[in-house]
């Protein structure tokens, strides 16, 4: 696993990408795809696609393409996706719902395993078959479930808490869908869904793009 | 707004998450921060505030750091969140009820005004005081709503359809949540949620980070 270490950060992030948009290409019969046509179906431009592949060591040759089978082989093992990841849920408000029934089913690696809210009123009930557990036995619940990924969708005022309460437990990947920064040790890592800046990012891309393009385009 | 369409994507990016904490220091009394400082409350290095920061012409003076109020006022006409945004949102599920629920209310200017569904359950019925609407009268509605940006969490089989009324409505901003890619024209700006992927690269990030760090830090 020493190449990984070299990997850029830019060309980790859609390695995710890349694998899913090949598991759907081999689903669909595709056994070679060029950079080219890779581009086309990922958005992603096919000078970045060579590039992020070339980190990656000879994963294909000049004019020919790149075979879809051995690039799922290699991509699901950077990304460990044969380890079943075990996920604890905080947080049972409607997005923590949402979440819930998806149950990232895409993926049979990903599962969430328990759930976990702190409103006494939902403490004891069973939601979609999952019951839903107070945060003071987290602890104990991710041991005997072995889990070793948090999401949280508590809110920015609580979320701090429940981080902490996630961190003492020894789980060391959480997603968090408060935006506000919370504190966390240097082993842990932490990734932010904003959906808010995502919302703003969009627009502001949508403004610039708008200025860009002539108005015949639209009519 | 020349200047604008010299400044990197990356850059771009992280300007509505700039604005984010700079609202929240001078919320908390801060009128000055220097590029490190600000690197604390980000988590993204001071190197690249400070580079991020001159692609915006002279916003501070070395040593000095930065007016937080001077900055707000720079990002906030960069961003234009001075323009009311009125979204549509397209499929009640559990996470479109959620959304809805937030509706963006640490923002003023960004408000769901009316919500759509195919479900004939469900539309004619209110949810939270909205009225749900078949996606037959979307252009109807929206033209009434004066709707510039759409969010749709309609299911992957079914996204292009949605995104298809969408466009054909004039709406140039869309945020998806269904992770396939869809074809929509030139103009259009288009933005993917994919909480799979979100999810794998953190574990993908949090593998290689417990490689990196030794186990005596960790007990």
Same mark, same amino acid.
């Given at each position: 696993?020493?190449?990984l270490k ?7 992030k859609?390695?995710?990408l890349?694998l ?7 689903a ?6 060029k ?24 994963l ?6 790149y075979?879809?089978?051995?690039l ?9 996706t044969d ?8 947080? !049972? ?6 979440l819930? +029934?998806?149950?990232?089913?895409? &993926?049979a /690696?990903?599962? $969430?395993?328990? #759930? ?13 078959g999952? !019951? ?5 036995q987290?602890? +104990?619940?991710?041991?005997?479930n &072995?889990? /070793?990924?948090? $999401?949280?969708? #508590? ?34 890592s $932490? ?9 703003l ?15 015949y385009?639209k009519?």
């Amino acid at each position: 696993m020493n190449e990984l270490k070299k990997l850029p950060r830019a060309t980790a992030k859609r390695l995710p990408l890349y694998l899913r948009n090949l598991k759907v290409l081999e689903a669909n019969g595709v056994t070679r795809i060029k950079s080219k046509e890779f581009a086309e179906v990922t958005q992603v431009p096919s000078a970045t696609i060579r590039r992020d592949f070339s980190y990656l060591g000879e994963l294909g040759r000049s004019g020919y393409g790149y075979e879809v089978p051995f690039l799922i082989e290699v991509f699901s093992e950077l990304l460990e996706t044969d380890e079943e990841k075990r996920i604890a849920l905080v947080g !049972m408000g409607n997005l923590g719902k949402a979440l819930l +029934k998806n149950n990232f089913r895409r &993926n049979a /690696n990903l599962k $969430i395993n328990c #759930v976990f809210d702190n409103n006494p009123e939902l403490i004891g009930t069973v939601f979609d078959g999952f !019951m839903i557990y107070g945060m003071d036995q987290f602890e +104990k619940v991710c041991q005997e479930n &072995n889990v /070793n990924v948090a $999401i949280t969708t #508590v809110p920015s005022h609580s979320s701090q808490m429940a981080v902490n309460t996630i961190v003492d437990a020894g789980i060391t990947a959480i997603l968090n869908f408060a935006p506000d920064r919370v504190i966390v040790p240097p082993y842990v890592s $932490i990734r932010y869904i904003d959906l808010t800046t995502e919302l703003l990012t969009l627009i502001f891309f949508d403004n610039q793009h708008q200025q860009l393009i002539p108005n015949y385009v639209k009519n």
